[in-house]
C-alpha cells in the first residue's frame, strides 16, 4: 500500500496553495453551487475566488448576487471554493435567516 499522504510543504506549489485550514459545522444547511467555465486563454491561479480570472470572478459574483436576491430569507453560512478541471467552483452553505 502506497502512503498519499503529504506534508503542508510539500503542497505549497505552484498547482496548491497553503491556507487556513478550519472545521466549519454545516450541518443542516443547503447549498447551491456555481460554476463558471474560463475561456481557452484564461487559468486560474490558484483555489481561492481572487485567484479566478477576471471576468469569471464577475460572472460568478453576478450568480451568487442574484441568487441571494431572490432568495431573501436565507443566509450564507460559509462560501467554499475550487477549480475543476477549467472551471471555477463556488458553493454557497446556506440555511434559514435567524429572525
Known amino acids: 500500500m502506497t502512503d498519499r499522504s503529504a506534508s503542508a510543504t510539500e503542497l505549497n506549489g505552484p498547482e496548491f496553495e497553503l491556507i487556513d485550514a478550519a472545521v ?4 443542516g444547511c443547503s447549498r447551491i453551487e456555481f460554476c463558471v467555465g474560463m475561456l481557452a486563454d484564461e487559468t486560474a491561479r490558484g483555489l481561492r475566488f481572487d485567484a479566478w480570472p477576471p471576468n469569471v470572478q464577475r460572472v460568478m459574483e453576478k ?6 436576491e431572490r432568495n431573501p430569507g436565507r443566509a450564507v453560512r460559509c462560501v467554499t471554493t475550487g ?9 454557497l452553505h446556506h440555511s434559514e435567516a435567524i429572525k
Open 83 to 91: 477549480v475543476v478541471k477549467r472551471n471555477c467552483v463556488m458553493i
Open 24 to 27: 466549519i459545522d454545516v450541518r
Open 63 to 68: 450568480q451568487a448576487a442574484d441568487w441571494l
